[in-house]
């Protein structure tokens, strides 16, 4: 028998434990950006596909698998790299291939409102997965993202602040998407598209630029001092300068670190927002109009559960999980705890707070208006 690549086997397993609960004729498909990851994944499902069930050796239970390719048209040849991604996809034997075009209102392009653009593309390509996903009656949904990229997400809440939600990372499974490589190294997914002969492409805006210059964010050049540059998204800058810095002091390992970190919170924030979930029920005063808090609910509770509760509540009156940092909910819970007749505290999205009677108002951003022109903007990163 042939020897498999290491790393061919360690895609397949990784596969194989998503595919086994699924039924006869499930369909699963992969979001294939014809990236590495993504690459790799799809040649991982193609080849468990046909024998996954209720053994690995059961093929009268092999689920279907097909993909999904989304071209969001940020990019020149953007249709092209679809169009080859879809082809390597086919060629794999996935179907079936659906590749969608995405249509930018304006101002989304150029990620004008909160996050950036690159949150700005992450959210309509959910939405076309989840569209894609209904239309066929697709079971899962699988998504390439990998160890490193687990790792720099979770640096990147750390430094947004967010708390152990954020640093929880990207979770394994939500709903009907799944990430079967959350356990592997970015160079095994390239491993296995080298030893499976798949050409994959390389997304500039994953590179950093050339002479390695800092870019800033938009509008931060000047506040800076900072030369302006072409854009760089923060978290390829994360992976272009922070974490080898952190591997080259810290040593090896600290990517797999990172990753069990998150394994480790996520545990302890699902228990936590389960358990403030219920503190918000508690402290709910029934009203059709605006969100209405029962401060005394609120302050006999818990520190970490109210502060959890509170960010909770900002983000149902439209804050977004991005942009809602420590500052925030410091500011709704000096409205609970420390109330000295402040005014309204502005939360991202246009959202606003405001305590009186003995109560916490929360109300969202009038309709048609994203930020109020006054809420406070931190500085936002990209996650899941």
């Given at each position: 028998m042939a020897r498999v690549d290491p790393a061919v086997a360690a895609a397949r397993n990784a596969v194989r434990a998503v595919l086994a609960p699924l039924g006869p004729d499930d369909l699963v498909l992969v979001?294939?950006?014809?990236?590495?990851?993504?690459?790799?994944?799809?040649?991982?499902?193609?080849?468990?596909?046909?024998?996954?069930?209720?053994?690995?050796?059961?093929?009268?239970?092999?689920?279907?698998a097909g993909a999904v390719v989304v071209d969001h048209g940020l990019q020149t040849g953007s249709a092209d790299v679809a169009a080859r991604a879809a082809a390597q996809c086919s060629a794999l034997g996935l179907a079936p291939v659906v590749v969608r075009r995405v249509e930018w209102a304006d101002g989304d392009r150029t990620g004008a409102g909160d996050g950036g653009p690159e949150a700005a593309a992450r959210e309509v390509r959910y939405a076309e997965l989840a569209a894609v996903a209904e239309e066929t009656g697709a079971a899962r949904v699988l998504l390439g993202h990998t160890l490193d990229d687990q790792a720099e997400q979770v640096l990147l809440g750390l430094a947004?602040?967010?708390?152990?939600?954020?640093?929880?990372?990207?979770?394994?499974?939500?709903?009907?998407?799944?990430?079967?490589?959350?356990?592997?190294?970015?160079?095994?997914?390239?491993?296995?598209?080298?030893?499976?002969?798949?050409?994959?492409?390389?997304d500039p805006t994953n590179l950093l630029p050339d002479g390695d210059a800092v870019v800033p964010r938009p509008g931060?050049?000047?506040?800076?001092?900072?030369?302006?540059g072409p854009y760089t998204p923060l978290r390829s800058q994360v992976r272009g300068r922070v974490l080898p810095v952190l591997e080259s002091t810290l040593g090896p390992g600290v990517v797999e670190a990172l990753g069990r970190s998150a394994d480790q919170l996520r545990d302890d924030a699902d228990l936590l927002d389960a358990l403030a979930e219920e503190l918000l029920e508690r402290a709910r005063v029934p009203d059709d109009a605006e969100h209405i808090l029962d401060v005394g609910v609120l302050e006999r509770a818990h520190p970490a559960l109210r502060r959890r509760a509170l960010r909770r509540a900002a983000l149902a009156v439209g804050s977004r999980p991005t942009d809602t940092t420590t500052r925030h909910v410091d500011a709704l819970d000096a409205l609970v705890v420390s109330w000295g007749g402040q005014g309204s505290v502005h939360l991202p999205g246009g959202a606003r707070a405001r305590r009186a009677c003995g109560s916490l108002f929360l109300r969202a951003a009038p309709t048609g208006i994203s930020d109020g022109g006054t809420g406070v903007q931190p500085p936002s990163t990209t996650q899941e």
């Open positions: 979001a294939c950006s014809g990236g590495a990851d993504s690459l790799a994944l799809a040649a991982a499902v193609a080849f468990e596909a046909r024998r996954v069930g209720r053994s690995v050796r059961s093929r009268g239970y092999a689920v279907r947004r602040g967010a708390g152990a939600r954020s640093l929880a990372g990207m979770p394994r499974a939500r709903g009907v998407l799944h990430r079967p490589f959350l356990g592997l190294r970015r160079a095994q997914t390239e491993a296995v598209c080298a030893a499976s002969g798949l050409d994959f492409w390389t931060q050049g000047e506040a800076t001092g900072r030369p302006r």
